[in-house]
């Protein structure tokens, strides 16, 4: 800082000075408007209160469960559950929902809505470059946005006070639910500086955010259907049913729940790998393939497997593809619980911050001055 | 990246002229050409009036020499600089007002001028001070720290007016800054706008209301659909005659007197019959009123009917129809 005010004095005039300090001061300018803003307020207390609700009402329907199945003659409850996992689990779906909900409002409008105003146009005057501009909204609308997820730590942090979790779980929830954040942000922003009007850039941003969270999850399913091929694999021979014992001493090791043998066949299978990257970009899945979990290969019992891992397991099973799960295929036993070392997230967020900076990237053209091609029906001032 | 144009900041500020000029610049969106082959110099320490109805292509001629926009052919040069290659310098010596007013509503007068301080990289111990000089000078120090949406529109307006005189430009480009200002605050800026040229900014205003330019501008440029039509100075403008109205207790004595000096004149049905006629320049009204006072007519009233300036745009308007 004192560099820079060293710089100026010297050239005996302006400088146009570093970048960050450009962005910061759009920062202030924006979180000013902001934090004087009652609507925001309005929106973190509702929030706050849902979140709230709905942590309450998981853990108060987790005890009527347990209340009923007491009464049941001969129940032994399973040994090392809480609720943690399972208001845990709820708690940061539901605040996943919210947040995708909440971050095209605080974001679709940032540069439109400062052109509707007549503002942008003031700032874009200044010496102040495009991207300057444009990254100050964004980090704006992030943070206004990480409000949100600062408001609801609280809830994740009970999930894991009353047992089952670890303080990591929390930490690598928020931090992923923030880059989730993020990534919207980024994707309503970069959006609301290529349309015209604030409307119809956050109902793009809304159909945007759809898109990930829904539209993976169809295109993943009617994708499967085109991804008809065929694996050689050989005759899986199962062994005799055993009944589940709750004892451990005769727990032995569990897999491989069966040999192969015979020859190789041309079978058919799904080559779900060809399409898995669509579903890796839903935000659940990054989100929920991120925390870690505990290695269960070793297990027989997955009745308290919670609805992160089977989200993570299901996905891995998509990416890892017939090869990697089809019973026998090259002749070989599969196993049954992928592993954490094969994440699937970093191709997700990959694939997700490829778009958002595609988005900021034109975003950034659209707000070049001076300007050589308008949107249709905008002015510039 | 922008550091090399920072070595020629000492040279280029020596320019003798610092005003701002564009040459032969069109600017179409789409199939509608707002502005074609367009003319305008302001010359520095002269109020330039840039003067057109409505959608004549004033606002995107300014926008262009605020180098918002870039023009689709011609160049534009800001005390010799080109707005495309020395961005960050131009744009610290051009200071632009809106015709919309764009405040961010819920910071304070004092607050927005920071802000637009800070955005100009102005040096930041001098920023509150400047800020405080401002708010002065356009009368808002009592409001300073009031949001901005409660101030009425001439209170935003002038606030608008300080946030492009806020890195004390050399070029002052305004655009429509006298609509919504009543008449007190009209003669304030009229008062201003002197002063400002008089410290040798190149101020340009555009306006359609053309009697109040008479008093502040220099020179003119007319434009209408896109083109440059005339460019004068406010003397020529006079000097090319301008129509005087002229009312007599006897108005047929007075009508008689005309016809007999060989002048054409008309009658004028304002609320007050009036005789109407061009008279070429001072010394022809000096003239005229002088006979008719001999001559025993009782004159009432002679005055101007209309600002020189008008009498050049009504010209140029029964021209271009």
Known sequence: ?381 | MPMISELSDGTAGLEPDGGITAHAVSRSFGTVHAVEHMDFHAPAGKVTALIGPNGAGKTTLLLMLASLLAPDQGSISVGGLDPRRDRAEVRSRVGWMPDTLGVWESLTAREILTQMARFYRLPAQGIGRRVAELLERVRLDDLADQPARVLSRGQQQRLSLARALIHDPSVLLLDEPASGLDPGSRVELRLMLRELAAEGKAVVVSSHVLSELDEIADGAVFVNKGRTVRQQTTEQAAAAGRRYAVTASDMEALAAKLAGLGLAFRREDGRRPALSLMLGGDSDAERLLRDLVLAGVGVTSFAPATGALEETYMSLEGELR
């Open chain 1, 1 to 381: 800082m004192s560099h820079a005010t060293k710089d100026r004095q010297d050239t005996g005039g302006r400088t146009t000075g570093g970048y960050l300090p450009g962005i910061r001061d759009v920062v202030v300018l924006e979180l000013k408007q902001r934090l004087r803003s009652r609507g925001w307020y309005i929106m973190l207390a509702i929030w706050f209160v849902l979140t709230g609700l709905v942590t309450w009402l998981t853990w108060a329907s987790w005890n009527a469960s347990q209340e009923a199945q007491r009464g049941y003659p001969g129940y032994v409850a399973p040994p090392d559950t809480g609720p943690g996992s399972m208001i845990f689990e709820v708690v940061l779906a539901f605040v996943l929902l919210f947040a995708l909900l909440v971050a095209p409002a605080l974001s679709a409008n940032a540069v439109n809505g400062d052109r509707a105003g007549g503002t942008l146009a003031i700032l874009q005057v200044t010496l102040l470059r495009p991207g300057q501009i444009l990254w100050g909204k964004f980090v704006a609308a992030w943070a206004a946005a990480l409000a949100f997820l600062v408001a609801s730590t609280p809830f994740l942090v009970i999930g894991v006070a009353l047992g089952g979790m670890t303080p990591g779980h929390v930490l690598v929830a928020l931090l992923m639910l923030a880059v989730e954040v993020g990534v919207v942000c980024a994707i309503g922003v970069g959006i609301s500086a290529l349309a015209g009007r604030p409307l119809f850039s956050i109902v793009v941003t809304y159909l945007a955010v759809a898109g990930l969270a829904v539209g993976t999850l169809i295109a993943f399913g009617l994708g499967t259907g085109l991804t008809q091929g065929t694996i050689m694999a050989n005759q899986a021979q199962y062994r005799a049913y055993e009944p589940l014992s709750r004892e451990g001493g005769q727990q032995g090791p569990i897999e491989p729940e069966y040999t192969c043998s015979g020859p190789l066949q041309e079978q058919s299978a799904m080559r779900t790998e060809r399409v898995a990257w669509l579903i890796a970009m839903n935000p659940y899945v990054v989100v929920a393939d991120a925390i870690p979990y505990e290695d269960r290969s070793q297990e027989r019992n997955y009745s308290s497997v919670g609805a992160i891992e089977t989200i993570s397991q299901g996905a891995r099973y998509a990416m890892a593809g017939p090869e990697g799960t089809f019973p026998c295929a090259n002749g070989e036993v599969k196993p049954r619980y992928l592993a954490q070392s094969t994440p699937l997230w970093p191709l997700g967020l990959g694939l997700q911050l490829l778009v958002a900076a595609l988005l900021m990237w034109l975003g950034w053209r659209a707000l070049r001055t001076p300007a050589r091609k308008l949107a249709r029906g905008t002015r510039i001032a």
